[in-house]
Nanobody
Framework: QVRLVESGGGSVQAGASLTLSCVTSGITFSRNDMGWFRQSPGQEREFIAQITPSGETSYGSDSMKGRFAISRDNAEKTVFLQLTSIKLEDTAVYYC???????????WGQGTQVSVSS
């Protein structure tokens, strides 16, 4: 059974930093691209970042690349998303995803909520 479990979300103030984690099981983690997405109420799911098994990264926008950082630990089968200089508009549910050759993404986690206040 494939499981992707996100954690690390919560309520933070604007300007803070936060690191999200996604622990996986049931997949050959070292052969999967991993991605992070987010969805705000009433909005489409938004691509944040992707990391290949070898560690190559790509981001959804230059602004995300400047404030967010994706990384992975193949030994721990975990992917991380570091958020810095958090803004109010970063409030969303953050999801991790896995796939051999995305898109499409094959597996999704249940999401972790990040709520930002001023």
């Amino acid at each position: 059974q494939v499981r992707l479990v996100e954690s690390g979300g919560g309520s933070v103030q604007a300007g803070a930093s936060l690191t999200l984690s996604c622990v996986t099981s049931g997949i050959t983690f070292s052969r999967n691209d991993m991605g992070w997405f987010r969805q705000s109420p009433g909005q489409e799911r938004e691509f944040i970042a992707q990391i290949t098994p070898s560690g190559e990264t790509s981001y959804g926008s230059d602004s995300m690349k400047g404030r967010f950082a994706i990384s992975r630990d193949n030994a721990e089968k975990t992917v991380f998303l570091q958020l810095t200089s958090i803004k109010l508009e970063d409030t969303a549910v953050y999801y991790c995803a896995a796939a051999r050759n995305p898109p499409p993404w094959d597996y999704w986690g249940q999401g972790t909520q990040v709520s930002v206040s001023s």
